[in-house]
């Protein structure tokens, strides 16, 4: 039966890799029918627009939803996918293939998965002056014993952390570590915060965190803070399994993690809510090396292969995954990040003549 994806690109390189990727699913011959709605209303260059309501509608209504890479004028979109339809898990796997342009000695085994919470903490921004902050809150005093006042002029963030969000970003990531366990992986859930500076919110993550992975009974727990996991995910990523991050960490070091293994440009992820989901690459629009055809599509193909999981064609999620990594251990039609001299397209039609003759 066919299935119905919308594809929305976003802009930049975003543009260039959606469309090889969705030339690649159309080659493979998967059984999909790809919709391109406009993805924005009065959007100009530097101005971003608004989505418009039946392209929310032909989105929620899709089999799959397949997103490029958001910049000044699409952000919209990407906060519509994100913080509108509250996608609160991130799952970014962070995954070595031989022939991948590690600055690592040794990153063979690199095979971890960061959950990134993705609706709470420091994002979305709520930002303001610290004049209104020190009317309504005159006793607030940081750990010094310094009020908000006796800073002066300046502005504030404020930081969430709930219960509820916090247990089912929880659960999605023992879910997560108790199928990679199935297939063989250590089955643990490593929490990062800074729970020793930021207690009350940071410490609240850690706290239930641990109490629903160690109530899970199958798996192990250990929590880091995020310096220290910073510095893990470059020395040891190999003893990493599931990585649970409050939402900020998990923005910054999902883009360590990818740099660890070759590059922005191989990083996918899936952003999951209730009843909801939607694929896209880790990078961002990439303004530098837009428009030149050069920009790595692996990120966004297998983000591709993450969503075909999704929608129930497992098998050909699991063959486009291997024909990403055979065309990585063949070497010869890699983008210039890579050392290679192929264009974006000419990488996207390797991997599809990889995918045919697997
Ligand atoms: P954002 O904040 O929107 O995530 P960013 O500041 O992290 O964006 P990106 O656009 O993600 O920046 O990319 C950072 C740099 O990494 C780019 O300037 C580009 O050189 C490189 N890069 C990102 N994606 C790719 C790709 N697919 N192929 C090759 N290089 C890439």
Known sequence: ???????????GIGIEVVDATCDLLVGA?????????????GATPTVAGFVPDETKRTAREADGVLFGAAGPATTNVVSWLRWGMQAWAGMRPIRFRPGMRSPLADPEGIDYVIVRENSEGIYPG????LADLARVMPDLRDRSGRTVKEYGDGRFAVKI????????????????????KAKGKPGKVTCVTKSNVLRRTDGLFHEITERVVREAGDLTFEHFHVDDASRRLVRFPKSMDVVLCMNQYGDILSDLGAET????????????????????SVHGSAPDIAGRGIANPTATILSAAMMLEHMGLGAEAARLDA????????????????????TTRQMAQAVLAAYRNA
């Open 1 to 11: 039966m066919t299935k119905t994806v919308v594809a929305l690109p976003g802009e």
């Open 29 to 41: 011959g998967l059984p999909l029918k790809i919709l391109t709605p406009p993805q924005t209303d």
């Open 126 to 129: 709520r930002e303001g002056e």
């Open 161 to 180: 952390v709930t219960p509820a969000g916090v247990e089912r970003v929880a659960r999605f990531a023992c879910r997560l570590a108790r199928a990679r």
């Open 261 to 280: 293994v070759g590059g922005l440009g191989l990083a996918p992820s899936g952003n999951f809510g209730d009843g909801w989901a939607y694929f896209e």
């Open 323 to 342: 024909a990403v990594g055979r065309t990585y251990r063949e070497g010869k039609t890699l983008t210039p990040d890579q050392g290679g001299a192929a």
